[in-house]
């Protein structure tokens, strides 16, 4: 009888066991692959839509000089042996599949062919197990889904909230980013060390906005990795040292001097997201890069 309780007993203990391990660690729904359990940092390239444009004199460059004067718009997920963030959220989800004519932002149109939620879902991520939400910044096409991922701990710069609600917002991108606004925010200063190992990193690059930055990504195969956000836009900017005209003035000289040095000090690479020669030999989700 004795041994019978303790062959119960510690059913019962393995049992508990196993429902607080499930508690505390998010599973995909049925139907999902399992979430891939990392001992190193990983990222995957998410399509999160293409922009249709025709003018890059407004980025200080001319249609000779550039491969292709349309963008890629390109979400990162980042796997961290101690959490996931998420980093830009790209066009709406509600664009897919509708025609450019109906999604205009000024002279530019809106191309979009999968969902954020269905690009996370293939490699076995649904919102509320992302950790950390960052965005570049808050341009219309850097946050089209966020209001989906206000679980997450959105790690904000002050300069770039202010400028998010401010009166005079966009009302066409605020529609998109709006919850964030009173959600479970982490404000940030400076190069911000997510994990506090140093492989993950938000680095302050102002310029394109009050507080936009970029993603430093420590890749144990890969090697050092620089997500520019809007730093730049096509790589011919880089190349021949142009910028938007109307970036001249403000902080972006400086910011990307200090990424430039940095990438030569580190021996990293800087992958300018919304440049489409880059993106298109980019390997993409659900493929991945370590």
């Known amino acids: 009888m004795i041994h019978r309780f303790r062959a119960f007993a510690i059913l019962v203990g393995l049992m508990l066991g196993a429902l607080t391990a499930s508690a505390q660690t998010p599973l995909p729904p049925t139907g ?8 190193s940092v990983r990222v995957y390239v998410l399509d999160c839509g293409t922009i249709i444009s025709n003018r890059p004199e407004g980025f ?33 989800d509600s664009h897919v599949g509708r025609p450019i004519y109906e999604n205009m932002m000024a002279y530019e149109g809106i191309l979009k062919f999968t969902t954020l ?17 960052a965005i570049s910044h808050s341009h219309w096409d850097h946050v089209g889904n966020a209001n989906d991922y206000v679980g997450s701990t959105w790690l904000a710069r002050k300069a770039e909230y202010d400028f998010m609600f401010r009166s005079d917002a966009n ?52 090697g050092g990795v620089v997500i520019s956000g809007d730093l730049y836009h096509y790589t011919a900017e880089r190349k021949q040292g142009h910028m938007p005209p109307r970036e001249q003035t403000t902080e972006t000289p400086a910011s990307r001097k200090r990424i430039e040095d940095f990438l030569v000090r580190t021996h990293s690479q800087l992958w300018i997201g919304h440049a489409i020669d880059w993106y298109q030999n980019a390997i993409k989700a659900p493929g991945w890069y370590d």
Not at 78 to 86: A, R
Not at 119 to 126: M, P, Q, W
């Open 117 to 133: 939620k269905g690009e996370l879902a293939n490699i076995g991520v649904t919102a509320p197990m992302i950790t950390y939400l």
């Open 60 to 92: 200080g460059v001319t249609r000779d000089d550039v491969f292709n004067p349309n963008f890629s718009d390109p979400c990162f997920l980042v796997m961290h042996p101690k959490g996931i963030l998420l980093f830009d959220t790209g066009l709406p």
């Open 32 to 39: 999902m692959p399992p979430l891939p359990k990392v001992s």
């Open 171 to 222: 009302p066409v991108a605020l529609k998109n980013y709006d919850k964030l606004e009173h959600g479970n925010i982490k404000f940030i200063d400076g190069d911000y060390d997510v994990f506090g190992d140093g492989s993950v990193v938000l680095m302050y690059t102002p310029g394109h906005s009050p507080g936009h930055q970029s993603l430093y990504l420590k890749l144990s195969h890969t």
